[in-house]
C-alpha cells in the first residue's frame, strides 16, 4: 500500500465516541503560509490531545505533523507519532475536511511548544503550513470545586473535580451505605431536589449506591446530552427520603474554566448504523485504504461483539462470513480483538467451524484487526480496531467502498476464550446490507441507560435425573439455549448438547461398586471433526481435553478414558424454538431421532469405587460443554462396611 494513503489516527483517552455539534476544546488557531492545499482550525482538547478540524491536504509523499519549540518550524521538531495499526505508517495521506486527533509524545504539555506544522522531510526540510502556540497559551485542564462535606450519613469527598465536561470524580469519598434507595445525583435548581437526574458510576443496570466508601476514588459519568454547562449541583440523593445527603455547587460560569470536552464530543467516526436498536450499534470512517469501525453494545460481562462480512457480498449467508470478534477477558485484563472465518455455526475443532483465522484449515489466515481504544461506561461498551480494506488474506474478505454489501454481526458468551457463535447462545444477523463508502451519514441515537430486564428472562428448564439402570445410551442433540444447557448447568453451550436415555443433559445417579454400561452414538469419525464428540469421564465441568494446554491437562482427573460411537441425532424438524417452551418435555415433541436400526454404539464400561469423588463429569473429549455430572452414593457393600467398621470401633471402645 503506498505510504500516502494512510491517515493518522491517535489514540484519544480511553475511548473515541461521535456526537454532532461537536466542541474540540481551546481554539490555538489556524494553518498559516500553506501550501499544497493545507488548511485547519486546531485546538487544545486537553494538555496533551490536539484535534484538527477541517483538515485538508493534498497527500504529498513523506509528510508529518510536525511540533517544535522554536518560533518557526524546522527539522529539529518532534514527530507526533501515528497510530501504526501493527505496521510503519511514514506519512499522512490526502485529507478533504477530516478530522485529526493527535497525541502529544514524551511527557511535555501542549503549552512547553511553539509550533504545530505539516512538515515535509524532504532535502532540508520544509513547512506546507504552521500554527504558531503562544507562550501564555493554557490547554483546557481538569477544574477542582473544593471539599464537599454532607448533612448525612457521614457524607464527605476531600475534592470534587471536573475532569472533563461529563465525567467528576470525587476524591476520598467516604459514605456510611445506609441509606435506601440513593443515587449519584445532578439538577439544574438552586438545591437538589426530586426533578434531578441520576448519575452513571457503575456497569451496571441499576445506578443505585448500595455499598458504603471509605476514602475512595469514584468517577461519575453525566447522561447522554448532559454536561457540566447544563447542571448547578451534584450531589447523594436519597429517593425514598427525598433528601439530598450533602451536594456541591457547580459555578455558574463553568464555561469559561476551560474544562476539557468529554471523548464522546470529539467526532471522528463519519457514519453509524444501528445493528440491534438500544443494544448494538457500528460506526466507522474510511479513509487511504484502511476502515476504523467502533463497535458500541450493551453487552453483560463475559459476552463479545462480532462484525463483518455476509459470506456472500450479495446475499445473507453466515456460512463463510468474515467477523471481527471483540471481547474482555476480565476487567484487570485488555480488551480482546481477534479475526474469526465462520466455516459452520459449530465450536472450532481441528481447524473446521467457527474458528480464529490463524487456526483455520485447510488454510490458515491472519489476524488483521488491531485494536484501537476500549471502555464501558453506564452498561455501554465500546471497541474500536483498524484493518485494511484489502488485507492480502485469503480468508478474510474485501471490503469495498462502492457498493453495499451484506454484513453480520452478532452477540453471544465467551467461555475460557472460546466465541460461542450459535443460534442458541447468541443473537446474530446477516440480513442487513451496509455501503462502507458513502456520504457521512450518523444514523445512531443514544443508547438509552441500562435498564433492569431480569423479570422478562424465561426460567431454565427443570433438571432432569437418570438413575436405577446400569445400561445407558448418549446421543447428540440441540441444546435448548438459555432455558436448556444453559439454564441447567450454568454454562454456556454450543449448538449440540449430550442426550442420555433420550433427556437432555441429566443428573446421572450411579452407585460406587456398581458397573455401569455407557453406549455412545456421538460421532466417531475424526475427519468430521464438528461431529466427532467421543465421551469421556473427568473432574472438569466443562470437558475438551483435547483442546487444553499441556499445563492446563495437570489440573484434571480422566476417571474413564474416551470412547467415540458412530453419530446419532435428535434433530429439531420444523425450526422451532427452545426458548418458547415451558419444559424439555415440550419442546422435545419438535424433535426427531435419526440413526440407523443397524448401528452399533461405542462402549464405555466404568465400575466408580470408594476413590471416586462424589461427583465427576460425563463430557465430550474434543468440545467444551456438551455434558454435566454424575453424582455417586455409596453401594450396599460399601454401607454394609461402613456399618461393621463402626461395630468394631463400638466394641473396641467398650473392651478399652
Not at 510503519?88 to 514524551?106: E, F, K, Q, R
Not at 475443532?349 to 474458528?355: L, T, Y
Request: hydrophobic share 35%; charged share 15%.
Amino acid at each position: 500500500m503506498d505510504s500516502q494513503s494512510w491517515s493518522v489516527k491517535i489514540l484519544l483517552l480511553s475511548g473515541i465516541f461521535c456526537t454532532a455539534g461537536a466542541s474540540y476544546g481551546k481554539v490555538i488557531g489556524q494553518f498559516k503560509l500553506t501550501s499544497h492545499g493545507v488548511s485547519g482550525t486546531v485546538y487544545a482538547a486537553n494538555n496533551v490531545t490536539i484535534v484538527i478540524s477541517n483538515f485538508t491536504f493534498d497527500g504529498s509523499s513523506n509528510v508529518v505533523i510536525l511540533i517544535g519549540k522554536t518560533q518557526v518550524p524546522a527539522s529539529d521538531g518532534t514527530e507526533v507519532p501515528i497510530v501504526r495499526l501493527g505496521r510503519a505508517m511514514p506519512g499522512l495521506g490526502d485529507y478533504d475536511n477530516d478530522l485529526l486527533v493527535l497525541t502529544v509524545p514524551g511527557y511535555e504539555p501542549i503549552s512547553a511548544y511553539r509550533y504545530i506544522a505539516v512538515w515535509n522531510r524532504q532535502d532540508q526540510g520544509e513547512s506546507f503550513g504552521v500554527v504558531s502556540i503562544p507562550e501564555s497559551f493554557v490547554p483546557p485542564a481538569p477544574y477542582s470545586l473544593g471539599v464537599l462535606t454532607g448533612t448525612a450519613h457521614d457524607f464527605y469527598s476531600s475534592n470534587v473535580i471536573i475532569l472533563d465536561a461529563k465525567t467528576v470524580r470525587f476524591v476520598g469519598l467516604s459514605y456510611d451505605g445506609q441509606g435506601p434507595a440513593t443515587f449519584f445525583w445532578a439538577g439544574n435548581t438552586t438545591v437538589p431536589d426530586e426533578n434531578g437526574t441520576r448519575l452513571i458510576w457503575k456497569d451496571t443496570a441499576s445506578q443505585q449506591v448500595e455499598r458504603s466508601f471509605q476514602l475512595e476514588l469514584i468517577d461519575v459519568t453525566l447522561p447522554v446530552g448532559m454536561t457540566v454547562t447544563n447542571i448547578t449541583h451534584i450531589s447523594m440523593w436519597c429517593e425514598k427520603a427525598v433528601m439530598s445527603f450533602g451536594h456541591i455547587l457547580i459555578p455558574e460560569d463553568i464555561a469559561s474554566k476551560n474544562v476539557p470536552p468529554a471523548t464522546e464530543m470529539i467526532r471522528v467516526y463519519d457514519n453509524c448504523e444501528v445493528l440491534s436498536m438500544d443494544e448494538m450499534q457500528v460506526r466507522w470512517s474510511v479513509k487511504g485504504g484502511v476502515i476504523d469501525v467502533e463497535l458500541g453494545g450493551k453487552i453483560a460481562p463475559g459476552n463479545f461483539m462480532g462484525f463483518g462480512l455476509s459470506g456472500s457480498s450479495s446475499s445473507s449467508r453466515l456460512t463463510n462470513s468474515d467477523v471481527t470478534v471483540t471481547w474482555m477477558e476480565s476487567r484487570t485484563r485488555p480488551m480482546v480483538v481477534d479475526c474469526y472465518y465462520q466455516q459452520s455455526q459449530l465450536q472450532c475443532s481441528e481447524g473446521f467451524g467457527v474458528c480464529p483465522d490463524t487456526m483455520v484449515k485447510p488454510t490458515s489466515g491472519t489476524d488483521d484487526s488491531i485494536l484501537i481504544a476500549h471502555s464501558t461506561v453506564g452498561g455501554v461498551t465500546r471497541i474500536s480496531y483498524s484493518r485494511y480494506l484489502s488485507t492480502g488474506d485469503s480468508i478474510d474478505a474485501v471490503i469495498p467502498t462502492n457498493t453495499a454489501v451484506f454484513i453480520v454481526w452478532v452477540i453471544g458468551p465467551v467461555r475460557d476464550g472460546t466465541v460461542l457463535f450459535n443460534r442458541d447462545q447468541a443473537k446474530m444477523s446477516s440480513s442487513m446490507q451496509i455501503n462502507f463508502g458513502r456520504p457521512a451519514r450518523d444514523a445512531c441515537p443514544a443508547f438509552l441507560l441500562p435498564t433492569d430486564n431480569s423479570a422478562n428472562v424465561q426460567p431454565a428448564w427443570s433438571t432432569l435425573t437418570v438413575s436405577g439402570t446400569q445400561q445407558l445410551r448418549v446421543d447428540i442433540g440441540p441444546s435448548g439455549g438459555s432455558r436448556g444447557y444453559l439454564g441447567i448447568t450454568g454454562q454456556p453451550a454450543w449448538k449440540d448438547s449430550f442426550y442420555v436415555d433420550g433427556l437432555l443433559v441429566p443428573v446421572i445417579k450411579m452407585k460406587r461398586n456398581t458397573k455401569y454400561i455407557i453406549n455412545v452414538f456421538t460421532g466417531n469419525d475424526p475427519t468430521d471433526p464438528i461431529n466427532y464428540n467421543p465421551l469421556y469421564l473427568t473432574s472438569s465441568p466443562t470437558g475438551g481435553f483435547d483442546q487444553l494446554s499441556h499445563d492446563e491437562r495437570k489440573n484434571e482427573v480422566i476417571y474413564a478414558d474416551k470412547q467415540a460411537g458412530p453419530l446419532c441425532q435428535y434433530i429439531d424438524y420444523d425450526g422451532s424454538v427452545a426458548y418458547n417452551f415451558n419444559s424439555f418435555e415440550e419442546y422435545k415433541t419438535h424433535l426427531r431421532h435419526t440413526c440407523s436400526d443397524s448401528v452399533i454404539g461405542g462402549r464405555l464400561v466404568w465400575t466408580p469405587d470408594s476413590s471416586t469423588p462424589d461427583t465427576v463429569y460425563y463430557q465430550s473429549y474434543t468440545h467444551f460443554g456438551l455434558g454435566f455430572k454424575i453424582e455417586l452414593s455409596s453401594s450396599a457393600t460399601d454401607l454394609t462396611m461402613s456399618v461393621n467398621m463402626v461395630a468394631v470401633v463400638f466394641v473396641a471402645m467398650l473392651d478399652y
